[in-house]
């Protein structure tokens, strides 16, 4: 990050079922992960320094901690593209950093990195109602935040391959080409396309990104 101090959104993630996914499969949702990351860095403006580390777990960092919620669903979207068993628990955080941050994760000590891996390991330790997704957060948004998220992970649990692959373009933050442009580039017909994105509750999903990336203002 060029900017310190600065807020920071860190996602920490692992591969559902890793060990039944077996080796190949593992590599394919790696390199899905890091090319969604890769995709991601334009929304950013900066790189999301995707990091590999304990085995099966995976780290990025967002400069732009508002598009947090935004980059969860893609990063499921990008692994659910590759098939059923497919998936990711993802532990999110938000929070300062102290110095311009390396292009190794496992590096990093600032608290936020440590917040993010603390709400991935409610998950695995099943203190998350089942969601696969969960904020870690002091912030008085927390409840609101992690309300959300709950609905988030519902609402796309059940993507389609078909439907996630869409919704890997879908997912960028607008400006975003038409549904035309969108299905020229995924090889369907529009009407498929916005079928698809409907059965995916992708207009509820949006209507609530867009109210977390752009709060009203206060009366």
């Known amino acids: 990050m060029t900017r310190t101090p600065d807020h920071i959104a860190v996602l920490t993630g ?9 080796e190949a499969s593992v590599a394919r949702a790696f390199d899905a992960l890091a090319t969604c990351a890769a995709v991601q860095a334009a929304w950013q ?8 580390h304990r085995g099966d777990g995976w780290q990025v960092a967002l400069g732009r901690p508002e598009l947090a919620f935004r980059a969860c669903l893609a ?15 993802i532990g999110l955080a938000i ?19 440590a917040a993010s891996g603390h709400a991935l390991e409610a998950i695995k330790l099943g ?4 969601s696969r997704l969960y904020y870690h957060g002091a912030d008085a948004a927390t409840g609101p935040r992690q309300a959300t998220l709950y609905l988030l992970d519902t609402l796309s649990r059940g993507w389609t391959p078909v439907q996630a692959e869409i919704l890997t373009h879908a997912l960028a ?3 975003r080409p038409s549904f035309t442009a969108l299905a020229e580039t995924v090889g ?3 009407q498929s396309v916005t079928k698809s994105l409907d059965a995916a509750h992708f ?11 752009h709060p009203a203002a206060p009366d």
């Open 127 to 130: 203190k998350t109602a089942s």
């Open 14 to 22: 692992d591969l559902v079922n890793s060990t039944g996914l077996g």
């Open 188 to 190: 369907k017909s529009r």
């Open 45 to 52: 403006g900066d790189s999301l320094r995707f990091t590999r």
């Open 173 to 175: 933050p607008p400006p």
């Open 95 to 113: 929070g300062p950093v102290t110095a311009p941050l390396g292009p190794d994760l496992n590096a990093e000590t600032d608290p936020v990195f």
């Open 203 to 213: 207009p509820a999903i949006e209507l609530a990104l867009a109210a977390l990336e």
């Open 75 to 89: 990063f499921r979207a990008a692994l659910r593209a590759l098939g059923d068993g497919y998936d990711s628990y």
